[in-house]
């Protein structure tokens, strides 16, 4: 059952919390984190043991903005605001601060202080729900800075940055990071996130991603890595001595970076890129590239339309397709179903018919024994005996009662 952030909200200050999340289900702990995933603000500690008089005022509940989870139901199903508020308080009253950072910003300068070892030349995070960047050591604090400026001038626009919540279903498109893509690549081995990094404008969501380009260069392979062949040349190791190794030419970081935007509906194929030419254009077109993008709300809209008409004609198709599949399975098992029992029943009266020559066998052969003389007789009859045992009793009648029409078999 789905319960909304409002219903959550009145309870969390009509009563205790061990007394909501027993209602729940839950344990305390896991309704907080419902509670801060939902932004519902909750009494501070103490709050019940004090009176009455003396408890703070209860705080308003903030509004959801577009996109925000806004139920909660244990079997994970989550609704999200859809409704978009109006234009005009939409708007952000713009920066005060000229270095402000975005909330995902702090985040992902710490995560990615922690990355793994690896021999490819971009970073790989080990926490993954953080922003989509891509970038090598070298061009990071410039991408970082330029997420960041990103962030806060769609923000300052009045649209809302954020990580994709867990149960939303959003499409990430992929990342092509060679300038020449005609060379050939088995594996890219590029880091990804968990979800991806999106921004709502109006009610439309699209997927950000901001990456280093990658460009062909002569390097050397030393110590296990490859790195350019100027480093490569003025490494001690190869300078003075005679190690082990080699010169290649690899896809390699050109610290220059692109921001891509896509929808995030799947099937919509709408994308668009804005690449440097050279190292610091993209921080020079912000506006112009937030400006594009609020403009291209009505042509994803459309394209959106169009994907999910063609979604719905696919998956009647898929109905049709499967209802054709039953009733032909269904025919098939059928002619089965006439086949084995029309088989089975063949069987019993084959096995009626030689169980009755059998009996007329024995009788048979008894009567015909009884002309014999005596001495005779008792061993014949005896023999007859011995063989009717051993030939045992085929009894048609039974196996009658258990054979099945078609219509009972399945």
């Not at 500690?45 to 925000?68: F, I, V």
Request: hydrophobic share 35%.
């Amino acid at each position: 059952m789905s319960v909304t952030r409002e219903k959550l909200y009145d309870e969390i200050w009509t009563e205790p919390i061990t007394k909501v999340s027993k209602r729940h289900g839950v344990s305390d702990s896991y309704l907080i984190r419902i509670l801060k995933n939902l932004n519902i603000p909750r009494p501070p500690r103490g709050y019940w043991a004090m009176a009455a008089e003396s408890r703070a005022t209860r705080p308003s509940l903030p509004p959801a903005k577009l996109g925000d989870p806004i139920s909660w139901s244990q079997d994970g199903k989550t609704e999200f605001e859809t409704i978009v508020a109006n234009k005009e308080k939409s708007v952000r009253p713009k920066r005060k601060k000229r270095n402000a950072s975005h909330g995902l910003i702090r985040e992902a300068c710490e995560y990615f202080k922690n990355v793994r070892d690896s021999d490819n030349p971009y970073l790989k995070p080990y926490k993954r729900l953080t922003i989509d960047l891509i970038v090598s050591q070298k061009t990071f604090e410039r991408a970082i800075s330029l997420a960041n400026q990103l962030y806060l001038h769609l923000e300052d626009a009045g649209h809302h940055v954020r990580i994709a919540q867990r149960d939303q279903r959003v499409h990430r498109a992929e990342v092509e990071e060679r300038e020449n893509t005609k060379t050939h690549r088995h594996f890219s081995g590029l880091w990804q996130p968990d979800r991806p990094t999106i921004v709502y404008i109006e009610d439309v969501i699209i997927g950000l991603t901001i990456f280093e380009i990658s460009e062909v260069a002569e390097v050397g392979y030393l110590n296990g890595k490859y790195i350019p062949i100027a480093t490569y040349l003025k490494d001690p190791l190869i300078k003075h001595t005679s190690t082990f190794s080699w010169t290649t030419s690899q896809q390699m970081p050109s610290g220059r970076l692109c921001i891509q935007a896509y929808s995030t509906y799947p099937g919509t194929k709408w994308r668009k890129q804005w690449r440097e030419s050279k190292s610091g254009e993209l921080s020079k077109i912000l506006k112009a590239i937030v400006s594009e993008l609020s403009n291209s709300v009505d042509e994803i809209s459309s394209l959106t339309q169009l994907a999910k008409l063609e979604h719905q004609e696919q998956q009647r198709q898929w109905e049709i397709q499967c209802e054709k599949n039953r009733i032909e399975t269904e025919r098939r098992n059928q002619a089965i179903h006439i086949k084995e029992s029309k088989d089975e029943l063949l069987s019993i009266i084959k096995a009626w018919t030689e169980a009755k020559q059998i009996e007329e066998f024995f009788l048979s052969a008894l009567d015909s024994a009884k002309q014999s003389a005596p001495d005779n007789y008792e061993l014949l009859k005896s023999k007859l005996m011995e063989a009717r045992n051993m030939l045992g009793t085929s009894d048609a009648l039974e196996r009658l009662m258990k054979w099945r029409l078609p219509s009972e078999r399945s």
